[in-house]
């Protein structure tokens, strides 16, 4: 189900196409890596839209290279924000308290598992070497990412119970083993 980002835009909206970045060597290959990535993954594909934000590799906390994109002189400008509630960390603390037994289902890469609206795609555009793509899946950085993904969770859970999420939760985890265990062979 795809996700509406940029419902509420400023009524100034207007492209803004951000200068170009230089980059080291290893940054280059780097980038051009991980857009291969991402165009055979299905999250990117080419562009030609008149938008154009800016690539930043990274360094995460275990020193690994990390690509973002750097939406803050462009759309994220002019996306107002989407007030959607997202649930608190101590009332979700509370609420499991009592159990014993905890789990967690770990999306790899969650944003990137939630397709976009194809006309809001041209937002989402960003240079990576000389080259112009946008994002088919919701991109980390945007202003709205966060309620957006937040509001497809809630509604993907809405309808169902709380034994048929306990029986899809021993499915994933049993299929995750076998994952796990084929790997290893």
Not at 78 to 86: E, I, V, W
Not at 90 to 116: C, E, G, H, K, R
Not at 165 to 171: D, G
Request: aromatic share 12%; net charge positive.
């Amino acid at each position: 189900m795809p996700v509406r980002l940029f419902e509420h835009i400023a009524p100034d909206c207007r492209p803004v196409a951000s200068k170009s970045r230089n980059y080291s060597p290893s940054d280059r290959a780097f980038i051009a890596t991980q857009t291969a990535q991402m165009l055979r993954d299905g999250i990117i594909k080419p562009s030609t839209s008149p938008w154009r934000a800016q690539v930043v590799v990274v360094n995460n906390s275990n020193h690994r290279k990390r690509l973002c994109i750097d939406y803050s002189q462009t759309i994220n400008k002019f996306t107002l924000l989407d007030a959607y509630p997202l649930p608190r960390i101590q009332t979700i603390a509370n609420s499991v308290a009592q159990y014993n037994w905890f789990s967690s289902l770990d999306l790899n890469s969650m944003y990137y598992q939630v397709p976009t609206m194809p006309e809001e795609r041209l937002f989402t555009a960003f240079e990576a070497n000389g080259q112009l793509y946008q994002f088919k899946r919701i991109p980390f950085g945007l202003k709205n990412a966060v309620p957006g993904f937040q509001r497809v969770v809630m509604k993907s859970f809405q309808s169902t119970t709380a034994r048929e999420l306990m029986l899809i939760w021993m499915i994933l985890q049993y299929v995750d083993g076998l994952v796990k265990s084929m790997a290893r062979i």
